[in-house]
């Protein structure tokens, strides 16, 4: 039953090239929300630390909604709300990709302020109170000293969620994006082959996230060396 | 103002902490170039004392004045407002605060911690600030650590860091909250030899501590607190040798017995 050599010796030359090609728009999809997620995730970690009480409870709300929530119900409120919302509008623009990246990219937001957060509190206070005893705005103090410590902190985990991106990407087949796990199963069904070439794209995710796991390792051992 | 004012001015100084009062009015001029030491008893509010000159912490009551100048607040229409943080950094430039925790920042060389400020809130050009930042670690003895770590460095090493980071700022008053307090007893000489050193360039200071021989040597005054206020103050001869007031005497006497 199991030939598997042989169904791939058949048929790689046409799933492989056709697998790879989107195994590329599910590396852009992970790149862009990743993108979104840290600048807006840092925009909510720095709301979260606010003085102001509205501006911290907004931003709290943000995170324990989109945190709160399975990825696929963000993905699929994200592109599917907002049309049926404003019919009049031209949703044109707003192609499955872009609601992919939004989706993935609010709820990444989510999980990275709280990391970004957390990295930022487990400095002593002592460090702020010397960079502004020295005259630095908050401002200045956050740029130049805390900041660049928070980033050694927080490189692990923001690695981690990374690699937890990249899986997550798959679900964007959901709403119709046509990336490497969407392409699979079109293939999969067509050649009635599911076992062949779901083995086939788990390898090829595995490739992807492989190195990124490695790159944590490596990390987390620097920074247990330099403690 | 004149040359006669003095340089800072404490006003009726109250700070609570919800319910713990714990500064509970005071008032203290400091002169230019005078060096005037902090005694009292853990829990006195020395700490609270010094934070609220610049401002780490709010005043809930009083003023504070450095050449004239308020400190931490404007007056509007008679009304005393808070400043913003913008201007607020502007004024902390003048006050040089030295921590009892050094606080040196971790990623920075030496010579980083110390031109970080003169380049970014100063605006001085790098090189400019590396002269500067080089000739005050070789005023504190460092010189050749320069480029060091923190983490590389002794505790009475990374005090004298520290020293020279608020240096190269040339603050016009200087305040030490217990500066040898989390070193080792064969460390602590070394920090108080810079601190003595700045004394006699004439630096106005402003000097909590339980060093009393070190105090009695250095200061034109000693500030005797307890309790959120100014017990006694006076010549280290008469405050520290001849106290007046029992509670200062008994303070003395249990430094002593330690
Ligand atoms: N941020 C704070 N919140 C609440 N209480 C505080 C705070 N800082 C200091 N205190 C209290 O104020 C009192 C005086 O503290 P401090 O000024 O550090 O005294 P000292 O430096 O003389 O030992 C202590 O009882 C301390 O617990
Ligand atoms: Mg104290």
């Known amino acids: ?227 | 103002m004149g040359q006669m004012d003095p340089l800072l001015r404490i006003v009726d100084l109250h700070k609570r902490f919800g319910e713990l009062e714990v500064l509970a009015g005071v008032s203290l001029d400091v002169k230019r170039g005078e060096k005037v030491s902090i005694i009292g008893p853990s829990g006195s509010g020395k700490t609270t004392l010094l934070r609220c000159i610049n401002y780490l912490e709010k005043p809930t009551g009083g003023h504070i004045y450095i050449d004239g100048t308020l400190i931490g607040e404007k007056q509007v229409g008679g009304k005393f407002v808070h400043l913003s943080d913008r201007e607020l950094a502007k004024e902390r430039r003048e006050i040089g605060f030295v921590f009892q925790r050094f606080n040196l920042f971790p990623h920075l060389t030496a010579l980083g911690n110390v031109t970080i400020a003169p380049i970014k809130v100063l605006g001085l050009s790098r090189e400019e600030a590396e002269a500067r930042g080089r000739q005050m670690l070789e005023k504190v003895g460092l010189g050749h650590k320069v480029n060091e770590y923190p983490e590389r460095l002794s505790g009475g090493q990374q005090q004298r860091v520290a020293i020279a980071r608020v240096l190269a700022m040339q603050p016009k008053l200087m305040l030490f909250d217990e500066a040898t307090s989390a070193l080792d007893p064969e460390l602590i000489g070394e920090v108080l030899r810079v601190m003595r050193q700045l004394a006699d360039e004439g630096r106005t200071m402003v000097i909590v501590t339980h060093e009393i021989q070190f105090s009695g040597e250095v200061s034109d005054r000693v500030v005797f607190m307890d309790h959120g206020k100014i017990v006694e103050q006076g010549p280290p001869k008469s405050v520290l040798f001849n106290p007046q007031q029992p509670r200062t005497r008994e303070f003395l006497k249990h430094l002593q017995e330690r």
């Not at chain 1, 992919?100 to 970004?116: D, K, S, Y």
């Not at chain 1, 079109?186 to 788990?202: G, K, N, R, T």
């Not at chain 1, 796991?213 to 403690?227: F, H, I």
């Open chain 1, 1 to 227: 039953m199991l030939q598997l050599p042989e169904i791939y010796a058949e048929n790689l030359h046409r799933w492989l090239p056709e697998l790879l090609y989107y195994s590329l728009t599910t590396l852009k999809i992970a790149a862009v929300s990743f993108f979104i997620a840290v600048v807006v995730g840092l925009l909510f970690a720095l709301l979260r630390l606010s003085h102001n009480r509205l501006i911290r409870g907004f931003a709290v709300g943000f995170i324990e909604v989109a945190r709160g929530l399975p990825i696929v119900v963000v993905l699929y409120i994200v592109y599917f709300v907002p049309p049926q919302l404003f019919p009049g509008l031209n949703w044109s623009w707003f192609t499955d990709f872009t609601g992919a990246v939004v989706g993935l990219g609010l709820h990444g937001a989510a999980i990275l302020a709280e990391v970004f957060r957390s990295g930022i509190e487990a400095l002593h206070k002592g460090q702020r109170e010397a960079a502004i005893s020295l005259g630095m705005t908050p401002a200045q103090s956050m740029a130049y000293i805390i900041l660049p410590q928070a980033t050694r902190i927080i490189l692990p985990p923001v690695a981690n969620y990374a690699i937890g991106l990249l899986k997550d990407t798959s679900l964007c087949s959901l709403i119709g994006v046509n990336e490497l796990m969407n392409d699979a199963k079109s293939i999969a069904f067509a050649d009635y082959q599911p076992m062949a070439v779901f083995v086939l794209v788990a390898v090829i995710y595995f490739a992807m996230s492989f190195p990124l796991s490695m790159a944590v390792r490596y990390m987390e051992g620097r920074l247990a060396v330099s403690r």
